[in-house]
Structures are given as C-alpha cells and as structure tokens.
Nanobody, 118 residues
C-alpha cells in the first residue's frame, strides 16, 4: 500500500521545538522528491521544505534558519526539525512525494497538527 504517515506533531509554546517524521511505504522512496507542506486555517497550503537527490534542500523564506529537513532513504523516512517556533507556524503539516519530472506531488500523508501558543 502506497502511503506516507506523519508523526511527532503537538502543542508547544513560542520558541519551542518539535521534530516531525514521515514514514513512507509501498513505493520506491529513493526515486522520489519529498517535501513538507503546511496549511493554516483560512490560508492556502504552502511548501515548507523539499529535498531531492543530492541537491541542497529548499525552504520557504518564512522558515529559513529555523527549520531543517532531511531524508533517510534506508529508513524511507523524511524528517523536519522545527526550532524557534512562532504562533504563525501553527498549521496542519503534510509530507508529500513526487517523481522527478512530475509537475505535482502525487502521494500525500494524512497530516499532523502543530500548534504554537504565545
């Protein structure tokens, strides 16, 4: 079964940290570009970070210097370390995967909530 399963979300105070994990199964993970997205209530979904094949990860300007993304192909897992969290980071976070050359992300996780209180 093709799936992505996120874990590690929760509630923290402003300035706190979390680590999200995304476990992949059912597809050749190493052949896919993977990314984290987030969507806050009444806002559009935005890409937070992505990591492909050997290239440097890319980040949204709003999280640069605070979030770190990494993939571990042997474990088929994608991570996102969220540091110096702000209330505006509150959102549902999703991991996603797409084949290189595909225009859109084809595989999505169910999402996990991150809530940052001031």
């Amino acid at each position: 079964q093709v799936q992505l399963v996120e874990s590690g979300g929760g509630s923290v105070q402003s300035g706190g940290s979390l680590r999200l994990s995304c476990a992949a199964s059912g597809f050749p993970y190493a052949d896919y570009i993977v990314a984290w997205f987030r969507q806050a209530p009444a806002k559009e979904r935005e890409m937070v970070a992505s990591v492909g094949f050997g290239a440097k990860p890319t980040y949204a300007d709003s999280v640069k210097g605070r979030f770190t993304v990494a993939r571990e192909n042997i474990k088929k897992t994608l991570y996102l370390w969220l540091n110096s969290l702000k209330p505006e980071d509150t959102a549902m976070y999703y991991c996603a995967a797409r084949r290189d050359g595909a225009g859109e992300y084809q595989i999505w996780g169910q999402g996990i909530q991150v809530t940052v209180s001031s």
